[in-house]
């Protein structure tokens, strides 16, 4: 079984190199017309029109049907992000809920606390999903609880980590609803490491902060060690 599981984690990591470029990586693409992506069921989702790595997506029902044995039930609140949907998110939180922030890189701060700079998220690779619920309060009692030990204990078996846990000395807050799938973004992250630049993130409101900030060192690769291996 574990020569098996090998097996298919260098099947996925072949995959995932072929046809990577930055653009890929910054997300400047639409998964809609992407055929490595595909469409998430209503079944795991009450949003429309979200995308997943097929591989990702696989997984993921595994997953699901699995903690749904355990009385759990895991739905996606966000999959795929492109680079324009991260540009809206970021812009709008620019222009509105951290406006009277006056000093850029600070305000940048501020929003890079749970949302990323655009061509920096790693939902723009079709490997990372939100589950359940977006606030750490829910996880921490009831049934958000039981859901998170449950992933503590299972996610991994299907491929999947926490990139955001606690302790971390970069990157952004601890977010417990947040979790990747590792055959597939372990090497998107290699790639990001060896080929992305901080220069080369712009294009949105505040991306001259980008440089300052080091925003591919601290954001994109300051993520849980077990995620990195």
Known sequence: MFKNILLCW??????????????YVMGKFDPAQDKRFVKIDKAYTDKKEMYLRQEAYIAFKKMAIAAKKDGISLKIVSATRNFAQQKAIWETK???KYAHIQDPQQRALKILEFSSMPGSSRHHWGTDMDL?????????????????????????????CQPYSAGRTDGYQEEKWHWTYMPLSKPLTDFAKAHLTDAQIKGFLGAETAIRIEIVKRYILGINLLCKQ
């Open 10 to 23: 260098c099947f996925a990591t072949v995959v995932s190199a072929q046809n990577t470029t930055v653009e």
């Open 94 to 96: 620019w222009q509105t």
């Open 132 to 160: 359940n619920d977006l606030n750490n309060e829910y996880f921490a009692t009831g049934a958000g609880k039981k859901m998170y030990d449950w992933l503590l204990q299972h996610a991994a078996t299907f491929g999947f």
